[in-house]
């Protein structure tokens, strides 16, 4: 993919099960589906068998890879991870595929990560000149390879894998699965990205975000602790230990605003009351005289309706989507992007036309959305379309996960608002305040990096 037409990336999904019966690659394949919201590039799937490490992986969508060939190329087995991937570091190619497997002294381990380290250059750097070598040009080959490395020296994986994190730096929330029948998850010290635990009839499943948890069959038991290394058997015996110390400043709120599924309760916040309360804020901040409310389907629709119920405008469809093609921003070039937009979101003209519309949306990033969804509801015969926004303005990169390719391509850092609003064709436009947005996050148990609208960020980082 050109990395240069890529606007956002998302990022990736991870899970991991240990069960009492042999249906791991399963498990894990239903799990990938609920979690291919964050990532449509790759997924994959590494099982555990006879203390060996097999691995089925490629380019496209989870149902796309998994047919029934594929899966039956996966054996049955108790223990399995598996990852859905959209590319934050690193191409679009299947060497960059998850999980990782990689050989270690005591055989095999296989790697599922999702965020972004900051250092991995210069691990990579260091574990060169050791003698290791590098296939992929993922953050992620290198903390496997490092996990690898620091296992020479450790009597077992899970010391092993608490001794790579404490050289990383940066957004990992890792799921690792060793061939002596260890699953590992543990999550960074700044609680980055999610990662959660659930229980089932089963036995134990690690996941990114509840909703695999709930789709695969498991009850979600409680968030991993950023920091906290948790260590599963064959047995489902888990012993957790707080391995990295607590930061406790870095939980993505972009997380609840865009990436996660709104069925998904992350950090004891659900994603669809954040949205929700958002959309509420937004009306109280930028409350305007209009007709009906609409959001851009899919990540703006609770914040609207959140904006319907405070400010009493009624909420209505405003597109049909089709629910038959892939988001429009897997597209590879902005030309099939273009295209794409048109074919998702189809106008619902009995609900737009002759009306005062007030649009809401998750996010602008480069502003092209907005403009042509615009452009679409006043061609369907809007009167007036009002934009708001439930996140602030989009104007820092990210270097934990999110993948811009420049911030210069960000249009709030190029126009002021006006301009933008000019630009877009709307009638006004309101972005909800950082403020706003954290109130409307009150309820999770962490704080966050709000680094991409503030350019704030938990660590040091290298522009
Ligand atoms: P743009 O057209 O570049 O302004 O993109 C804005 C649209 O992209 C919004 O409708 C968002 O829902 C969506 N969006 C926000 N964040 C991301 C992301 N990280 N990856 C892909 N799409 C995103």
């Not at 047919?67 to 087995?77: G, H, V």
């Not at 191409?91 to 002294?105: D, F, K």
């Not at 602790?225 to 406790?248: A, F, H, T």
Request: proline share 3%; hydrophobic share 40%; charged share 25%.
């Amino acid at each position: 993919m050109d990395k240069k037409s890529r606007k956002l990336g998302e990022e990736c999904g991870v899970f991991g099960v240990s069960l009492t019966e042999t249906e791991g690659a399963g498990l894990t394949y239903n799990a990938l589906l609920a979690l291919q919201h964050r990532g449509q590039e790759s997924a994959g799937i590494a099982v555990l068998v006879d203390r060996s490490i097999r691995c089925y992986k490629d380019q496209g969508l989870a149902s796309e890879i998994f047919n029934d060939e594929a899966l039956k190329k996966l054996p049955d087995a108790a223990m399995a991870i598996g990852h859905v991937r959209y590319s934050t570091t690193g191409a679009s190619c299947s060497e960059n595929a998850q999980p990782i497997v990689i050989e270690y002294l005591r055989g095999r381990l296989a790697v599922a990560h999702n965020g972004n380290i900051v250092n991995g250059m210069e691990i990579k750097a260091e574990l060169e000149k050791g003698g290791c070598d590098f296939t992929a040009t993922t953050d992620s080959e290198v903390i496997a390879t490092l996990i690898a490395y620091e296992a020479l020296s450790c009597s077992n994986i899970e010391e092993a894998v608490a001794k790579a994190a404490t050289r990383l730096r940066g957004a990992f929330s890792l799921v690792v699965l060793s061939s002596q029948g260890k699953l590992i998850a543990l999550r960074d010290g700044w609680g980055f990205r999610p990662l959660c635990i659930g229980e089932g009839s089963l036995g134990l499943a690690v996941s990114s975000e509840s909703c695999a948890l709930e789709s695969a069959g498991f009850e979600f038991l409680r968030d991993v602790q950023p920091g906290e290394m948790l260590v599963i058997d064959q047995k489902q015996q888990m012993v957790s230990s707080q391995v990295l110390e607590k930061d406790r400043q870095g939980l993505c709120i972009f997380e609840y605003v865009y990436f996660a599924r709104p069925d998904s309760v992350i950090d004891g916040l659900s994603v669809y009351k954040a949205r929700f309360r958002a959309g509420q804020v937004l009306a109280r901040e930028y409350p305007v005289e209009a007709d009906v409310v609409c959001g851009v389907p899919d990540s703006g629709l609770e914040a609207a309706q959140g904006y319907s119920a405070a400010s009493g405008i009624p909420f209505v469809s405003g597109f049909l989507k089709n629910r038959y093609i892939g988001r429009s921003f897997i597209f590879p070039s902005q030309k099939q992007r273009e295209t794409a937009v048109r074919l998702k979101l189809n106008p619902l003209k009995t609900n737009i036309s002759g009306k005062r519309i007030v649009l809401v949306d998750d996010s602008i990033v480069r502003g092209t959305t907005s403009a042509k969804i615009i452009k679409s509801l006043k061609e369907a015969g809007a009167a007036e379309v009002h934009l708001r926004i439930s996140s602030p303005p989009f104007k820092y990169t990210c270097h934990f996960g999110t993948d811009i390719d420049d911030a210069k391509n960000l249009i709030a850092n190029q126009i002021s608002q006006e301009e933008l609003r000019q630009r877009i064709g709307a009638d006004s436009l309101g972005y909800i305040s950082l403020e706003g947005l954290q109130e409307a996050c009150g309820d999770c148990a962490l704080p966050f990096c709000v680094g991409c609208f503030n350019g704030d960020y938990p660590m040091a980082v290298e522009e």
